[in-house]
């Protein structure tokens, strides 16, 4: 019983490098949430869906891209990694927005 | 600005007390709320919700008091045990509404003493 995967777990980027990281859930779960846990803070909301094809902001958008193709999937873009983004990202899913799964996180740094 | 606020950044209990973890919100939206507990190197998990048609909500040794007047809600673990030594999460969220966002508290790290 998968739930909720994050890939990869660690990645350390340059720079202005860009990646995606990845997030797929085996619940057919309709909602879909990209948090980052900066070290000491709370879990921020960058971006939600609510299903298929529907993406909204949420408190930290900015440097960030997502994409909702299929129910199982929500990748989260970062396109020119600034040392800001250094986080730690969690995804999480849910049947509606009463309840969150969460995945075991990625821990990104932007050197 | 902080919709969802933890004000205690940390609380420390003898093992066996009462902790009680409280959490403050502005949007009056918000309609439900849930706690969520972390372990270092893990993703939170679900521990406890509350719509804001009631008052209490209770699960085992968690009970969840919501103070809608007041917009506070706390989450009372008795007897505490050192295995809920951990950092717990206040979220809210505008169900009623079908918005989409789940909003969370900076959190409180908890430490049970034996």
């Known amino acids: 019983n998968a739930g909720v995967t994050q890939t990869p777990k660690f990645r350390i980027l340059k720079i202005g490098q860009s990646m995606t990281l990845q997030c797929a859930q085996d619940?057919?779960?309709?909602?879909m949430y990209w948090y980052r846990q900066d070290p000491g803070m709370g879990l921020k909301l960058i971006y939600y869906?609510?299903?298929?094809?529907?993406?909204d902001k949420g408190e930290v958008p900015n440097g960030y891209n997502v994409s909702r193709s299929t129910t199982e999937d929500f990748p989260l873009r970062l396109e020119l990694a600034a040392p800001s983004q250094t986080s730690v990202y969690f995804c999480?899913?849910?049947?509606?927005?009463?309840?969150?799964?969460f995945g075991q996180g990625t821990r990104l740094t932007v050197v | 600005d902080q919709q969802v606020k933890q004000n205690s950044p940390s609380l420390s209990v003898q093992e066996g007390r009462i902790s009680i973890l409280n959490c403050d919100y502005t949007n009056s939206m918000f309609d439900y709320f849930l706690w969520y507990k972390k372990y270092p190197a893990e993703g939170p998990t679900f521990l406890i919700s509350?719509?804001?048609?009631?008052d209490k909500n209770e699960d085992g040794r968690f009970t969840v008091f919501l103070n809608k007047s007041a917009k506070h809600l706390s989450l009372h673990i008795v007897p505490s045990q050192p295995g809920d030594s951990a950092v717990y999460f206040c979220a809210a969220s505008n169900y009623g509404g079908s918005q989409g966002n789940l909003i969370f508290g900076k959190g409180t790290k908890l430490s049970v003493k034996p």
């Open positions: 999480a899913s849910g049947k509606a927005v009463t309840e969150a799964f």
């Open positions: 619940m057919n779960h309709n909602y």
């Open positions: 509350i719509s804001s048609i009631k």
């Open positions: 869906s609510v299903g298929a094809g529907i993406t």
